[in-house]
């Protein structure tokens, strides 16, 4: 029986942890993508806001940065065709994994293509464009931005909606750190993680900050059973230099919301994110 998911918690209190297909892993020999997926496992608070979308516009949608799946995947159970588009192998790997732990009605909705996010073309146009969770951050020059927000207009069908979802500046681990800072912890049956990160490098010019991140796992008695480390590097805007990037690519922007609750951009004293619904300006740039 394939999970299910409750969208009827108020507060999007929603345990997704089986998604993650964590339940039979050996967590002292971890793949780069079980590591992925233990860190990211529990960020559910999107899943309902991505799902109740294409809901309202429709499918096929494709998912720019579909990593191991944490969006693919529930949107594909709740019927949904996803397109999935990621260049890192381990990633995709995890997800195809996973996705084998699906009833084969799940598993004929997704369509996973390994591409670069800047120049990928597909043979045809879609609805739905989703680019989640800072992926576009990945994205660190005025020319790879153009490039990206060009292809995505071409694939976009004439009234189709694009939604990004970034982090607004200095909020979760962009928040300036020079020594380790804790950041979050998960916790699955009797094994936890605590992950920390810091920052090595920042360069207010472009704005692009290097961080650094440290996982320890734990077992049941506290003892340390593994650890990793790994380093990445970000782009960040804040929200006006996103919107006129936006603009100036041809878009028009429908929304912005500061939360996935959908509360406006400038109701909210320190928005976390910024999640802005796009259309296509069909009457500007092409």
């Known amino acids: 029986m394939e999970p299910t998911i409750n969208l009827a918690y108020q507060k999007r209190e929603i345990n997704l942890s089986k998604y993650s297909c964590l339940d039979k892993i050996n967590w002292q020999r971890l793949t780069p993508g079980e590591e992925y997926d233990l860190e990211h496992f529990s960020r559910t608070e999107d899943i309902p806001f991505w799902i109740e979308s294409?809901?309202?516009?429709?499918?096929?949608?494709?998912?720019?940065?579909?990593?191991?799946?944490?969006?693919?995947?529930?949107?594909?159970?709740?019927?949904?065709?996803v397109y999935g588009i990621d260049r890192s192998d381990f990633m995709i790997q995890r997800l195809q994994d996973k996705l084998s732990k699906f009833p084969t009605s799940v598993q004929n909705k997704v369509k996973l293509v390994k591409e670069d996010m800047r120049n990928f073309k597909l043979n045809r146009k879609f609805p739905l464009v989703i680019c989640c969770f800072n992926t576009f951050l990945n994205l660190q020059n005025g020319t790879d931005?153009?490039?990206f927000l060009s292809n995505i207009r071409n694939h976009l069908t004439i009234?189709?909606?694009f939604i990004l979802d970034i982090v607004n500046p200095f909020m979760g681990n962009l928040a300036p750190a020079k020594n380790w800072k804790f950041e979050k912890e998960n916790?699955?049956?009797?094994?936890?993680?605590?992950?920390?990160?810091?920052?090595?490098?920042?360069?207010?010019?472009?704005?692009?900050?290097?961080?650094?991140?440290?996982?320890?796992?734990f077992d049941k008695n506290l003892e340390t059973i593994n650890k990793w480390f790994f380093s990445y590097t970000?782009?960040?805007?804040?929200?006006?230099?996103?919107?006129?990037?936006l603009k100036e690519n041809g878009f028009m922007i429908d929304n912005i919301y500061g939360n996935y609750?959908?509360?406006?951009?400038?109701?909210?004293?320190?928005?976390?994110?910024?999640?802005?619904?796009?259309?296509?300006?069909?009457?500007?740039?092409?």
């Not at 406006?264 to 259309?279: A, E, V």
């Open 145 to 147: 931005r153009q490039n």
């Open 54 to 81: 294409a809901r309202k516009y429709g499918s096929p949608i494709l998912e720019i940065g579909c990593g191991t799946g944490r969006i693919t995947i529930p949107l594909s159970c709740q019927g949904y065709r």
């Open 187 to 217: 916790r699955l049956n009797e094994y936890f993680s605590k992950r920390y990160y810091k920052h090595l490098e920042h360069n207010k010019e472009q704005q692009v900050i290097k961080i650094k991140f440290k996982t320890l796992i």
């Open 159 to 161: 009234n189709g909606k």
């Open 234 to 245: 970000t782009a960040y805007l804040n929200k006006d230099q996103t919107i006129k990037l």
């Open 261 to 286: 609750d959908k509360t406006p951009f400038g109701k909210l004293k320190n928005p976390q994110t910024q999640l802005i619904i796009c259309s296509k300006n069909n009457n500007g740039k092409r």
